[in-house]
């Protein structure tokens, strides 16, 4: 007894954070990670690292840092790997990886990190109507949780556009601007040169694989639940597939060397932040929240490049932050108090249908007793 309840305690103790909240403050953290990934990978290219050497690099660095994780940790949850596994491995790194690391570089080199933030926020969109049509987010619109998730929804892209596209009235103006000036940061957002257009177009190839791949890996989990796994295995295939790509594009020898410190630190920042760390987190967070609830926080990312810009960089704060900051808190309240609504709901349904098929069995066990003996009143059945 003394052993049991000494276990018991040490689990409590271990377990003390509720994992909805834990979900919420690794999906915070996330965003944070990706809105530095953003100015990092900008000064990458402004600096000439090739836009195939990098996402090589890039993945390199997180396959060595998930491998011996997901080797160590989930020797009893890794299922038996077959051909059918291998397959969809291939799949999600084509379009988790390949497709979607691709798009976005090719999109940040023609426009700037704010704008490619910006555009991001679509992803919960786009998310949210690919796991309607696949029937893997239910939403009921006779239902008031499914009328929260989907206004929530709608309101989380509308305040970062509010962020993106209306200034209004300045609320707040550092003096003196905490920035000093340099050419780098300068060049940052210059996009000079380069085809606007095509890189909006790159772009939103890089919010549809993205979607694409948050909603596609949601049955993949619920099949083989080892999540580090399952990301080493996209890694791994995804260095193969950027391989074979910069093998026929990239001809410059050269480009495959790293020739500066600042080269050096972007790649190691997206290997560890934007894909080891990044890719962990967030398989981690799609098999317990699901798609919908990881791809809603993604505007949050807009409304922190815009305080860390306001910040560090002295740009001042207009009343459209205020607004789409409003916006954005609303949106994840209604999409996360719909998802608690459509889980408890749920929980009814579970228990009243429980108690229907107790009710059913206790009738049917009367009904059996009363054939086995149908000529003994009622007084004989009370004894």
Known sequence: MADTSSSVTVKRMGCSMPERLQLHLAMLALQFGYAGFHVVSRAALNMGISKLVFPVYRNIIA??????????????????????????????????????????????????????????????????LMAAILRI?????????????????????????????????????????????????????????????????????HCLSWSGWLVLQAPVLKKYPARLTVTSYQCFFGIIQFLVIAAVVERDPQAWLIHSGGELFSVFYAGVVASGIAFAVQIWCIDRGGPVFVAVYQPVQTLIVAIVASIALGEEFYLGGIIGAVLIILGLYLVLWGKSEERKFSAQKVVIQSTADHGNNRTTSHIKSSLAQPLLHQSTENV
């Open 63 to 128: 396959f060595l840092l998930l491998v011996p994780f997901a080797y160590f940790f989930e020797k009893k949850d890794r299922p038996p790997l077959n051909l059918s596994f291998l397959v969809q491995f291939f799949l999600l790194a084509v379009v988790g990886i390949t497709a979607n690391q691709g798009f976005y570089l090719l999109g940040l080199d023609n426009t700037s990190p704010t704008f490619a933030s910006a555009i991001q926020n679509s992803v919960p969109a786009i998310t949210f």
């Open 137 to 205: 987010e239910q939403v009921r619109l006779n239902r008031k949780d499914g009328i929260a998730k989907l206004v929530g929804t709608l309101f989380c892209v509308a305040g970062a556009s509010v962020i993106t596209l209306y200034k209004g009235p300045t609320i707040y103006s550092p003096a003196p601007p905490l920035q000093t000036t340099s050419p780098l940061l300068l060049s940052l957002g210059d996009a000079k040169g380069k085809s606007w257009t095509l890189g909006c177009l790159y772009l939103i190839g």
